[in-house]
């Protein structure tokens, strides 16, 4: 993913927390998603366009994990909320 890109929420998607967890609605398609806490921290950074590398930073700050693993895994998060369109990417 080149850094350059801005990643955003699409803007008929709206979440809610639940506990540690939430939920993500795509009002448009009728689509719910179960976040998990991390998928939860993630959307609710997404509430104002970011980098990949200011996501990054963000759940390295609020999670113990390892970098690489966060990576990885983070990519994975962002293609799949693309996949499910409730992410859109510009750059």
């Not at 409730?86 to 750059?91: A, E, H, S």
């Amino acid at each position: 993913m080149a850094s350059l890109e801005i990643f955003s929420l699409h803007p008929q998607v709206r979440y809610r927390q639940v506990a540690d967890e939430g939920v993500l609605v795509h009002l448009a398609r009728g689509r719910v998603l179960v976040l998990n806490a991390v998928g939860l921290h993630i959307v609710q950074t997404l509430r104002q366009p970011q980098t990949r590398e200011t996501l990054m930073r963000s759940i390295l700050e609020h999670f113990a994990v390892e970098e690489a693993q966060a990576a990885a895994d983070l990519d994975a998060y962002l293609r799949a909320l693309e996949r499910e369109e409730v992410l859109l990417r510009q750059g």
